[in-house]
Nanobody, 125 residues
Framework: QVQLVESGGGLVQAGGSLTLSCASS????????MGWFRQAPGKEREFVGA????????YYADSVKGRFTISRDNAKNTVNLQMTSLTSDDTAIYYC??????????????????WGQGTQVTVSS
């Protein structure tokens, strides 16, 4: 059974930083692209960024490019999302996810099959 568990969310002031972590089990972590998504109240879930299974490449939504960084540790089966220069627009529930296919890079929400339960990030202005 695949499990993805996010942690690290919380309340942070605008301009501050926060790092989210996602621990995985039940899949061969090093074979999967890992993605981060977020959903703000009343909005659709949106792509934030993704990292290839080797960690050699990353891709970010324009809204977070230059502020957010994704990294992974395949030995520990974890993926992190480092967030800096946070604004109120970054307030959302953040999810990590893995696609349905191994060795495949995708940013499409519908391509992701395994999801964590999410962690709340609230940025106060």
């Amino acid at each position: 059974q695949v499990q993805l568990v996010e942690s690290g969310g919380g309340l942070v002031q605008a301009g501050g930083s926060l790092t989210l972590s996602c621990a995985s089990s039940g899949l061969t972590f090093s074979d999967y692209t890992m993605g981060w998504f977020r959903q703000a109240p009343g909005k659709e879930r949106e792509f934030v960024g993704a990292i290839t299974w080797t960690g050699s490449s990353t891709y970010y939504a324009d809204s977070v490019k230059g502020r957010f960084t994704i990294s992974r540790d395949n030995a520990k089966n974890t993926v992190n999302l480092q967030m800096t220069s946070l604004t109120s627009d970054d307030t959302a529930i953040y999810y990590c996810a893995a696609p349905g296919d191994v060795l495949t890079f995708t940013i499409g929400t519908s391509q992701y099959r395994y999801w964590g339960q999410g962690t709340q990030v609230t940025v106060s202005s």
